[in-house]
């Protein structure tokens, strides 16, 4: 029976091996495909969070942008007229009494604001019902609940409070604030028009009306009509919290059927402008902007303006009390609009903004007229949403690729940079009044990062296993631990590297088996080939297959092995005496076994080969041919060791120590003797051969 050989050479790579007939897909096409499955999953789910826009994310995406105005905002140098506040404050409410104040004195504190120079007042107090403190009120009452007839020497021009403030009205006329009722209050409806602006409409043709998107106001807290046929102009004072109490938004327009009423601020504009009609200007969208005299306020198809707070600029404040008394200056209020409200705690006019918790409600329209006039706008450019979807993109993109290039550590200061670059977008548009959410680029690289880092310690994980599976029972454990640890030292795609090989074969194989049961057969190949194994084994090297009777094995690979071609020799030498050992052994084996095994060292090709459904990690090439040529040769010398020159020569370089009697070199405990120099099959140049035995 011919004698069985290695496929050395096997090109569709079934021969057994490290790992079996197991499929070992390559790490980094399979990883980059599941990176980018996984990026393009988290990109999908991201954008369809943005989109659904909910409640919790949006309250933090504001966060954010309170946050960016609050560190990219800086003090406005240009010379506008700046709005100024007159306080009722706590301070005035003692020196002049609680509230509410009788409208007497408010028509006297617009007096004195318009004597002192102010071009526009605005009153932020509701007059919805008629002044109680008037004294022909506080009569009826007494006459009412006493039944007596009140005297008085005050002259009856001076009883109503109420046409007193109209007057003032007359003389100088001012906003007046009313308020706009939402779902669920109970508001008295709205049925007169005394309160909306005349408008005009400009669209371009095909465009929707820039009314079309206004909110519907259906009730109000508006102004007694007295004060407003006598010279008021009311100005709505709503704000639009957010889910955390925060007010961002303002809205300058609501809609009453056909007519439309202006915010609080844009009707102080409209008296700073003198303008008596405000012309609303509409694009694709809807409306785009409201334009009053010289100005264009940029608002959102409902009409929503976006103030723009800015630290280290608040709101300048002067005491009720100190225009009252006339203490003071003169010259404060001059040129300047004038904004009437409270700060008082008890009064319940506190807001929360993006710059402090708690601020005058006042104060918003201020700051809002405070933009209109200088012409300094917090847009929300209608790219953003587009902006924001390249960057969640682009985000995600980067991650996958840094995850999948870099370690942890490489990955995450990536996230950290592009977290530092989407916040600095973000404080620079804010800085140049420009709201740009950094909240989903945020959210995407620092969930791509987690996901994929995870991800990638999976796979790893995985891969891990499947070298441990493919290398425990071929290599010992310190080397399996080793790729293990550090699995990308290895290239299971294949590389051309030096190994020292050993090829083993049992001699008369044939003849043993044919006296043998089967089972006695593999019983036999089991008891020599275990401590063949183990062995190889123990000197770092790679069992690479066994087939029949003969074995294959070499070392540096996967992973380098320092003085591989020594160790391999020493495997040899100890291969020998565990065989011998076997065949004194009890029990005994059913035939006295002898090995032939060659020895060579060489560049070959090792690495997974076969195909995409089988691969093995093997080595191919001209040195493994080689070295089963030398074991052939065996027979002829009658040897049971043989090696090549380089092989011997690589042993020397390992050991350094070399003793040289002749023909024979001794080094590490190995004795290499010159057998003779002969042309071995396949190959033209003569090969020195050595014999290779222990020297102790």
């Not at 991201?46 to 609050?70: E, I, N, T």
């Amino acid at each position: 029976m011919p004698r069985r050989r290695l496929p050395l050479s096997c090109p569709d790579g079934n021969a057994p091996g490290p790992g079996g007939n197991a499929r070992m897909s390559p790490r980094p096409a399979r990883a980059f495909t599941v990176f980018w499955l996984a990026g393009l999953g988290l990109c999908a789910v991201m954008l369809l969070v943005k989109q659904a826009d909910l409640p919790l994310l949006r309250q933090l995406d504001g966060r954010l942008h309170d946050a960016g105005l609050r560190m990219a905002s800086s003090k406005t140098t240009n010379d506008a007229p700046l709005p100024i506040v007159i306080d009722i404050d706590q301070k005035s409410l003692t020196e002049f009494g609680g509230w509410p104040w009788p409208r007497y004195r408010l028509a006297r504190l617009l007096d004195l604001c318009v004597e002192r120079g102010a071009p526009a007042v605005g009153f932020d107090i509701l007059f919805v019902d008629p002044d109680a403190l008037s004294f022909s009120e506080l009569k009826r009452r007494v006459e009412r609940d006493f039944g007596v007839e009140a005297q008085t020497g005050l002259p009856e021009k001076l009883w109503d409070n109420d046409a007193l403030f109209s007057q003032a009205l007359t003389r100088h006329p001012a906003v007046l604030a009313f308020f706009v009722g939402v779902a669920g209050q109970d508001l008295p409806e709205l049925q007169s028009d005394n309160a909306s602006v005349p408008f005009a409409a400009l669209s371009p043709p095909g465009a929707p009306s820039p009314l079309a998107r206004l909110p519907q106001a259906t009730d109000a807290l508006l102004p007694i009509p007295e004060l407003v046929r006598a010279g008021g102009l009311p100005g709505s004072i709503n704000s639009l919290l957010d889910s955390d109490g925060v007010v961002r938004r303002l809205p300058m327009l609501v809609r009453h059927g056909e007519n439309v009423m202006a915010s609080f601020s844009l009707r102080m504009l409209m008296a700073m402008e003198n303008a008596d009609t405000a012309v609303l200007e509409g694009d694709a969208g809807g409306l785009a902007a409201v334009i009053v005299g010289n100005v264009r306020v940029p608002v959102s198809a409902e009409g929503v303006f976006l103030p723009w707070f800015k630290s280290g600029q608040g709101v300048e404040h002067v005491s009720a009390a100190e225009i009252l008394s006339g203490r003071a200056d003169a010259n404060l209020l001059r040129g300047r609009p004038v904004l009437i409200g409270s700060s008082a705690v008890g009064l319940k006019d506190i807001r929360s903004t993006s710059m402090q918790s708690q601020t005058a409600g006042v104060d918003i329209h201020a700051v809002a007229l405070d933009n209109m006039l200088r012409g300094q706008f917090m847009r929300r450019p209608a790219w953003e949403g587009q902006a924001v979807a390249v960057a969640v993109v682009l985000a995600v993109a980067a991650m996958v690729a840094a995850v999948y290039v870099l370690p942890p550590g490489g990955a995450f200061f990536v996230m950290a940079l592009l977290c530092g670059l989407f916040w600095g977008g973000s404080l620079l548009g804010e800085r140049h009044g420009m709201v740009l959410s950094a909240l989903y680029p945020l959210l995407a690289a620092a969930a791509a990062f987690t996901l994929l880092t995870g991800l990638r310690a999976r796979l790893e994980a995985g891969r891990k296993k499947v070298l441990k599976n493919a290398f425990s029972r071929y290599l010992a454990p310190e080397m399996v631990r080793r790729i293990t640890e550090r699995p990308d030292d290895i290239k299971l795609m294949g590389e051309e590297k030096e190994l020292s090989i050993l090829f083993l074969d049992i001699r008369g194989f044939t003849t043993i088996s044919s006296h043998l049961a089967p089972e006695a057969v593999v019983s036999l190949l089991n008891r020599v080939f275990t401590p063949v194994t183990r062995i190889i084994r123990e000197q770092s090297g790679t069992v690479d297959k066994f087939v029949g009777d003969a074995c294959l094995a070499f070392w540096n690979a996967p992973l380098d092995v320092s003085n591989h071609a020594l160790k391999a020799a020493q495997a040899a030498v100890e291969i020998f005496a565990a065989v011998a050992g076997l065949n004194e052994a009890s029990p005994p084996l059913p035939a006295e076994v002898r090995i032939g095994i060659g020895l060579h060292c060489g560049v070959a090709h090792v690495g997974n080969m076969g195909t995409e459904e089988l691969l093995n990690y093997t080595c191919i090439g001209d040195a493994v041919n080689l070295a089963s040529r030398i074991e052939d040769l065996c027979k002829t010398y009658g040897a049971t060791c043989l090696a090549s020159g380089p092989f011997v020569q690589a042993c020397l370089r390992d050991a350094g120590a070399v003793r040289r009697d002749g023909a024979v070199l001794r080094a590490e405990g190995l004795v290499f003797e010159r057998v003779d120099t002969v042309v071995v099959r396949g190959h033209d140049k003569p090969q020195e051969i050595y014999s290779v035995r222990s020297g102790q």
